[in-house]
């Protein structure tokens, strides 16, 4: 199988490189292509002619996105539409990437995969521009939503929150993490092999949530990560109110994945990722 795998440098993109190892793999970032470039990105995907091609591009640029709104509805809308009419010329299955932020968080029992989104923040709203253009583009794709991605360092793109956690260990003995408001860390490695599994066992195509299963708040997975690596740091709660961000977060930002397996326990991944 011929696999084109799109922002191959970041952590996503990395990870579904090591999963498809054995394949006929094309790792494609924007020095390979500029997928803004509506007549390149449907040039070279038909040269290339490959199966599948997971697209793993994005702006996850969240408060920048506020000031930068044309950047992020062309990467994360505009583009979307490129390579999925480039993905239908050559008949390849699509996959790509959404966020729990389409919807509008206000709701502590989570959002199913049929639920009507409702984005309120700039970011927001180019991630839903770019599931409205796979419909309107192609036929074969999985629309993936997850949420609270970690995993390996990348070459490209913004450190992790498990990351910056650990950063901020080195040099502050108490640090301040938010309390109210809600999330499922997924580990990178565990979703793209979670996702490399329906494309296998050819899923009806579609949206699907896939995160680790469980919640927790910025606080609580503080609070593990620093247990697991035997760190004496103390935390204090804080209300998400308390911090100035430009973009508007979804309080609950719980997706409920109805559609296919579901995956071990966030701690549990978590706990594998730092041993």
């Given at each position: 199988?011929?696999?084109?795998?799109?922002?191959?440098?970041?952590?996503?993109?990395?990870?579904?490189?090591?999963?498809?190892?054995?394949?006929?793999?094309?790792?494609?970032?924007?020095?390979?292509?500029?997928?803004?470039?509506?007549?390149?990105?449907?040039?070279?995907?038909?040269?290339?002619?490959?199966?599948?091609?997971?697209?793993?591009?994005?702006?996850?640029?969240?408060?920048?996105?506020?000031?930068?709104?044309?950047?992020?509805?062309?990467l994360?809308?505009?583009?979307?539409?490129?390579?999925?009419?480039?993905?239908?010329?050559?008949n390849?299955?699509?996959?790509?990437?959404?966020?729990?932020y389409?919807?509008?968080?206000?709701?502590?029992e989570?959002?199913?995969?049929?639920?009507?989104?409702?984005?309120?923040?700039?970011?927001?709203?180019?991630?839903?521009?770019?599931?409205?253009?796979?419909?309107?583009?192609?036929?074969?794709?999985?629309?993936?939503?997850?949420?609270?991605?970690?995993?390996?360092?990348?070459?490209?793109?913004?450190?992790?929150?498990?990351?910056?956690?650990?950063k901020?260990?080195?040099?502050?003995?108490?640090?301040?993490?938010?309390?109210?408001?809600?999330?499922?860390?997924t580990?990178?490695?565990?979703?793209?092999?979670?996702?490399?599994?329906?494309?296998?066992?050819?899923?009806?195509?579609?949206?699907?949530?896939?995160?680790?299963?469980?919640?927790?708040?910025?606080?609580?997975?503080?609070?593990?990560?620093?247990?697991?690596?035997?760190?004496?740091?103390?935390?204090?709660?804080?209300?998400?109110?308390?911090?100035?961000?430009?973009?508007?977060?979804?309080?609950?930002?719980?997706?409920?994945?109805?559609?296919?397996?579901?995956?071990?326990p966030?701690h549990?991944?978590?706990?594998?990722?730092?041993?």
């Open positions: 199988m011929r696999v084109l795998i799109l922002g191959a440098k970041g952590a996503l993109g990395q990870t579904f490189v090591d999963v498809y190892k054995g394949e006929e793999i094309f790792a494609w970032d924007r020095e390979e292509l500029d997928i803004t470039d509506e007549e390149m990105v449907m040039q070279k995907i038909s040269e290339l002619k490959p199966d599948l091609i997971i697209n793993c591009a994005a702006y996850n640029a969240v408060d920048r996105a506020e000031e930068d709104r044309a950047t992020a509805e062309l994360n809308g505009s583009a979307v539409g490129y390579i999925a009419k480039a993905a239908s010329a050559v390849a299955t699509l996959v790509h990437f959404s966020t729990a389409v919807f509008d968080g206000n709701n502590p989570g959002y199913n995969e049929d639920d009507k989104p409702s984005a309120h923040s700039a970011y927001a709203k180019s991630k839903l521009l770019g599931e409205m253009e796979l419909p309107e583009n192609c036929e074969n794709y999985y629309l993936i939503r997850t949420t609270w991605l970690y995993g390996r360092l990348s070459e490209r793109g913004k450190p992790s929150f498990v990351d910056t956690m650990l901020l260990s080195k040099d502050q003995k108490e640090i301040k993490v938010i309390s109210d408001e809600f999330g499922q860390p580990f990178v490695q565990d979703l793209a092999e979670a996702t490399k599994a329906l494309v296998d066992q050819e899923k009806p195509f579609g949206i699907y949530h896939i995160v680790n299963s469980g919640m927790a708040s910025w606080y609580d997975w503080a609070k593990e990560i620093f247990k697991i690596k035997g760190l004496d740091i103390k935390l204090e709660t804080a209300s998400r109110d308390a911090f100035v961000r430009l973009a508007e977060r979804p309080k609950y930002g719980i997706l409920n994945n109805t559609k296919f397996i579901q995956l071990r966030w549990e991944a978590l706990k594998d990722h730092l041993k």
